[in-house]
């Protein structure tokens, strides 16, 4: 059974066939006129459908469809009075030249016109002389030939261009397709990552105070609730990027540099206590600036929580001119996160992977002075703001 594609191309086939045959019938109609015929004969009536329906095989068969336009244009010549012939069968032939051209087919192609021409002017050592070709004839012929020729060719040459540019485009699409996919993937690792580590953190919290110390169990289910409620937001905010339809829609969530506080919060929730610090007058950044520098933060503070074992980190930022640097050190163990959490897209890596994007670095390993850094340097250019500009996180 034909899908949607194969009928269009067999309706555009059978459309050509169909304009050709017109065009020969108007030419059978008019050749008629001119000498006194006044109806086709049956060899030009199967001449005629002959050559039409071989052109419905354009496509599978260029080469011997040319074959089948060649020899019914032949076979219609022989049959005139003149060396054309009756002008009946040569517009098929023009169809399947150009279409053997189109198919890459020109050693056939041009075959094929060497072979028209020659019957054209047969014998080609007579031109000019009485009662043969004329020169003039000649002539006109081979120009119209290697016109035919020529304009074949730039018919090829614009139509692979234009399947060019359409593979470009489509490839451009699925490039751009899956960094969209792969930044919504580091997206929901960064939101579930930290968010389950706080959420892990506490409850082992309540777990343990449940029965010696109520209100501090309660305050570690509260924490809980709140980050879990949050952790929901963003999910629910990436997985309606996946199903929008509109174009105009943001491609991941945009969290903010003014969100910082919450990512401290949540780490104080889980016992770390977080500074955060600032050099340089805040300013807008592009927003995929902005983002790839809370994502660094969320997932350096994330693997704080679950791998340093310290008690204390600090956020540092310094807006230059044309750049914004992160730092994020703690004072637990030097060397975390463990191996298994740095495969492509997920920790250390992930974080590298945003900076790269954005064509700034990133290095993590141990401090100067113990402990655990993270340190990024992303480009960024002086952005006009589109909304209000991010509040400057306070020291704490």
Same mark, same amino acid.
């Given at each position: ?49 002959? &050559? ?24 219609? %010549? ?37 072979? &028209? ?43 692979? =261009? ?12 699925? =490039? ?54 949050? %952790? ?50 805040? =300013? ?25 074992? &310290? ?22 163990? %030097? ?41 990024? =340097? ?19």
């Amino acid at each position: 059974m034909m899908n949607s594609s194969s009928i269009r191309r067999w309706a555009a086939d059978a459309a050509i066939a169909a304009a050709v045959a017109g065009a020969q019938v108007a030419a059978w109609v008019a050749a008629s006129a001119h000498h006194g015929q006044h109806r086709p004969v049956l060899a030009g009536n199967l001449l005629l459908v002959v &050559g039409a329906a071989a052109l419905l095989f354009r496509r599978r068969y260029p080469v011997p469809v040319l074959a089948v336009a060649l020899a019914v244009a032949l076979a219609g %010549a022989a049959a005139g009075s003149a060396p054309w012939g009756v002008p009946i069968a040569w517009f098929v032939l023009v169809a399947a030249f150009v279409n053997a051209v189109l198919f890459r087919k020109r050693v056939a192609a041009i075959a094929a016109l060497v072979a &028209g021409y020659l019957f054209s002017v047969w014998p080609p050592w007579l031109i000019g002389t009485r009662g043969h070709t004329s020169a003039a004839f000649a002539l006109g012929l081979l120009a119209g030939l290697i016109t035919l020729l020529s304009a074949a060719e730039l018919i090829r040459a614009r139509r692979q =261009r234009a399947v060019a540019v359409a593979q470009r485009q489509e490839e451009a699409a699925r =490039r751009r397709a899956m960094q969209e996919r792969l930044a919504i993937a580091r997206d929901l690792h960064d939101v579930v990552a930290h968010n389950i580590s706080v959420i892990n953190v506490q409850a082992n919290t309540a777990l343990h105070l449940m029965d010696r110390q109520p209100e501090r169990a309660r305050a570690a289910l509260t924490a809980i609730h709140e980050v879990s409620r949050q %952790a929901l937001g963003e999910l629910r905010s990436v997985l309606g990027v996946l199903r929008a339809d509109g174009t105009d829609l943001p491609l991941v969530p945009s969290p903010g540099l003014n969100r910082l506080g919450e990512l401290a919060a949540h780490a104080r929730a889980a016992g770390i206590t977080v500074r955060l610090e600032q050099d340089g007058t805040s =300013r807008p950044v592009p927003a995929g600036v902005e983002t790839a520098a809370y994502r660094i933060v969320q997932e350096a503070l994330t693997n704080t929580v679950r791998h340093s074992g &310290g008690s204390t980190a600090t956020v540092y930022l310094r807006y230059d001119a044309d750049a914004l640097t992160i730092a994020v050190e703690d004072d637990g163990r %030097a060397v975390h996160p463990p191996r298994e959490v740095s495969r492509e897209g997920n920790g250390v890596a992930g974080m590298a992977e945003r900076a790269r994007a954005l064509g700034g670095t990133l290095d993590a390993g141990p401090g100067p002075g113990g402990g655990f850094r993270v340190l990024a =340097r992303l480009p960024a250019p002086p952005a006009t703001p589109t909304s209000t500009p991010s509040p400057t996180p306070s020291p704490t």
